[in-house]
Each structure stands twice: as C-alpha cells, then as structure tokens.
C-alpha cells in the first residue's frame, strides 16, 4: 500500500467553484461574447445560440447552458502529447504537471549587457538546443520571436527552428490566420502524415479570447482549424483585475470561466470531442503602475482557482507561473519565479508556461531558464512527498550504532540518500570560505557557465534528411507568400 500523500492546494471550496461556474453559464445566456469569426457564428447560431449584429465588435452571441454543457460532455479529459519520435508519451491530465517556457517574448535579456534586446535566428536556435537539455522543462514553446525574418513568416519561422533543434513537445500559436495551415503541415511532416499527427499530437496551440468576453477572427479561427486537425487547442482567458476584468478575484473567475467556456463550445462545434485545454494568462492589474504582474501573488491566486475551477470542469488545465516581473534574473526573479511554480504544482497544474520569462511575459533569458530548470525540479520533488521506505521507520537503526559511528556509514544512508534528497547543480551549498575562494560567483553566474556547458553539447537526434527538406519547402513557400524570398542562414 502506497502511504505516501501527495500534498495539494485548493483556494475555493466546493460550494464556491459550483457558484463561478453557474454564474459564468448565466454570464454566457444573458449577456453573450463577441465573435468576429464568421464560420464560428455561423456554428453557433445553427447549434441554437442566439445572434445580434452589432456594429464594428463582431456579432453578440448568447450561449444557452445547455449548449455549453453538452460541449463539455465531448471534450477529453486528457490529452496525451508525443515528442517527435513519437515515442515517449507526455499526460496532460489529472493532476500531472509539465512545466515549459513562456510563450511569446518579444525580447532577450542579454547575459552581457544586462539589457533587453530583439532575438534573431541564431538566439532561437540556442533557446531550442538549451531548453532540450533541461531535464525539469518537458515541452518546448515557440518562447522568442525572430527579427530577422519578416513579422508575416514569424509565427510558422519559431515552430520551423524547433522541430529542426528539438524533439520535445511544443507549445505555440499563430500571429495571421494563414500561420496554421503551414505550421500544421510542418507537425504533420515530423509526424509522417496528419493521420499521425492526429494520433500522436506532437504540439498545443494556444487561442486567446480578448477581455472581456470577445473571441477575435484570428484567436477563433485557431480554435477552428486546430479542433479539426485534432491538434490540441490552449485557451488563453487575460482578464485583469479591475482593467478588462472584475476587481474581485471571485468576479474574475466568473469572466475568466465564461471566456473558456465559449471557447469550448465553438471548438466542440467544429469537432465535436477536440481536445481543448482550460488555461489562461489572467492578472491582478496594479493601478499604481498600469503593469500587469504576473509575479502577483493575486495573480497565483486567479491562477490556481482557475485550474480548480476546470479541474471541476473535467479539463486539462494550464497557467502562466514560474516567472517574474523582474527585469534581471535577481532576487525578485528568484522569489516570483520559486512561489509560482510550486503553487502551480500544489494545486495541480497540467501545463505550466512560464520558465525564463522576465518582465511581464515580455522577455526571456537562457540563464533565468537554468535557474528555473532547478525551481522546477524542486517543485516535483514537493509533488513526491514523504515516502515511507522501510518498517519500521527509524528505530531499527539505532541497534547499528556505536559511541563512535555516525548514520553516514550505515548501509541505510547509501541506500536511501538519493531517493529522498535532491542536489541542485546552482544553489550554492558551500562554506563561506569555499564560495570565497571560488570567486564569490553568484546563482547568476553559475547559471551563465551552466548555459555554456550546455550549449556545448552535440545536438540530440538531428532530423533525418527528407523530414528536414519537407520542413524547409513548407517553410519557404510560406515565408516567400509572406514577402521573405530567403531564410537567414543559421549557426
């Protein structure tokens, strides 16, 4: 018998969880969302919903729960996500946690001059290679944006680099509503086919609803076209508090729940038993500043009452956590960063974007992303608990010692040290006058040389010559139709 308990977070109780979903359906049947998609009004409105034109906004539809409940009923409880051998098999589920980075920062904290910069190709390409040696960091995401790429071959461009650098799974989305169809054909030419790639998902694509309770053409149309390809959808609710969203957490979480709970009737209706994921990018919005803090602790709060809230639901559930409003990987990133991922994975979380990321989701930096690395690590060993090896626990022990032994050389210790104790490569455990003879190196610059030795590696499972000519014809035709005759070369 397993005795070992798994140690959980819930902020709502049940009564409450049962309140936010019941007045999100109400939300959704009085008031109604905008759609600007017009095959997802057309949907709709042959499922039954109710549709006013309006001017400019996309048409008001109102959603009865009874359409919203019976769009539930269809949707998987799990999705099961493959890397790109397709061999090794990743639960998003239950209360399985994955951790990736943050998706999608439009800058780089350069290790050099402590400053933000735009990334080109080559940075992509470290990003992707450093990312796979992590072994905490189990999917990818198309985490930085190319510049040296035109912006209208930037969406497929990011997905385009990490297949060739990488075999994790991915988190991604697109910029135009053309992106999907080539980043769809690159996943299924990876995978050997889209019956394949229907089989075995290799990627998630995010969809993000607009606040508050508007669902954008594009956003929409990513929904669509992912449910039909039987590509897993991520919805991406953004509320924030008392900006786009209510003040109050509890009112949050009714807006933040209704937006999803669109999202998935439209998915449903496209495809009915699509996988979709109940996940979000909410904050506390703080009215000093105008900034949206991911590192909130109000922000963690949304976070894992959300996850409650589709785990009620009997969804997959997703957050942005692990990451920080920090601007260099300091001591604000530490905290922010340690607090969101082990809050995550208390309450449950199945996909934790977030790792690398600095300053409000706009910036990523490899050295954060080592760092992180070894936060998230802790977190699962959270996750593992206290296990009970051996019966009786201790007082078998004694009988062994002497006056003059110690428990470092009792078998007991060589047996069981490993599996109880982790031993992170960056925190510094050393005596004071070690660190100083050592050249007072700060977790900074450890995770500096850590970034180095590990780009240093020889690159895992490099992809075979016709999938990597496949990957490049797509590639270019959709970057010529964008205006980009040429690719840039890459490292």
Request: glycine letters at 8%.
């Amino acid at each position: 018998m397993n005795e070992t308990v798994r140690p959980a977070l819930r902020f709502l109780s049940d009564k409450l969880v049962s309140e936010i979903i019941d007045e999100a359906f109400d939300l959704l049947a009085r008031y109604g969302v905008y759609v600007e998609n017009k095959e997802a009004v057309g949907l709709l409105a042959a499922a039954g919903a109710p549709v006013e034109r309006t001017a400019g906004a996309g048409e008001r539809v109102r959603i009865p729960r009874k359409l919203g409940e019976d769009a539930l009923a269809s949707v998987p409880p799990i999705v099961k996500l493959y890397d790109r051998s397709g061999e090794k098999e990743y639960v998003v589920g239950g209360d399985e946690v994955h951790f990736d980075p943050g998706s999608a920062a439009v800058s780089l904290l350069d290790p050099e001059t402590q400053s933000e910069r735009k990334a080109a190709s080559a940075d992509l390409v470290r990003f992707y290679r450093l990312v796979e040696t992590l072994e905490n960091i189990h999917f990818q995401s198309t985490g930085l944006i190319s510049t040296d790429v035109p912006h209208a071959a930037a969406d497929a461009y990011r997905l385009y680099l990490g297949l060739r650098f990488s075999q994790k799974p991915f988190v991604t989305g697109t910029f135009r509503v053309e992106g999907f169809a080539a980043m769809r054909d690159m996943l299924a030419a990876v995978r050997g086919g889209e019956k394949e790639l229907r089989r075995r998902p290799l990627a998630i694509f995010d969809a993000c609803p607009s606040p508050p309770l508007k669902w954008s053409n594009l956003t929409t149309q990513t929904l669509i076209d992912a449910a039909r390809a039987g590509i897993p959808s991520e919805l991406i609710s953004m509320g924030m508090t008392g900006a786009t969203s209510p003040v109050t957490i509890a009112g949050t979480l009714v807006q933040h729940t209704a937006e999803n709970l669109a999202g998935i009737v439209i998915s449903q209706l496209a495809q009915r038993g699509a996988p979709v994921i109940f996940g979000g990018s909410p904050s506390s919005f703080d009215m000093r500043k105008g900034t949206t803090p991911m590192g909130a602790i109000e922000t963690m709060m949304i976070d894992c009452a959300y996850a409650q809230v589709g785990k009620r639901l009997n969804l997959p559930t997703h957050a942005y956590m692990g990451l920080s409003d920090a601007k260099v990987v300091d001591a604000q990133a530490g905290l922010e960063t340690a607090l969101g991922a082990v809050l995550a994975a208390l309450a449950g979380v199945n996909v934790v974007s977030g790792p690398g990321m600095l300053d409000f989701e706009s910036c990523q930096s490899l050295e954060k992303l080592a760092i992180d690395n070894e936060i998230c690590g802790m977190a699962y060993r959270v996750l593992a608990g206290i296990a009970k090896r051996e019966s009786p626990l201790a007082i078998h022990l004694y009988d062994e010692l002497t006056p003059e032994s110690q428990f470092l050389l009792l078998d007991h210790t060589l047996r069981w040290v490993r599996q109880e104790h982790t031993f992170p490569a960056l925190a510094d455990r050393d005596n004071y006058q070690n660190w100083v003879a050592a050249g007072r190196l700060t977790m900074a610059d450890r995770a500096s040389q850590d970034v180095a030795s590990r780009l240093a590696r020889p690159d895992s499972a490099p992809l075979g010559e016709t999938v990597l000519r496949d990957l490049e014809k797509i590639m270019k035709a959709y970057a010529k139709a964008g205006g980009s005759p040429d690719l840039p070369p890459l490292p």
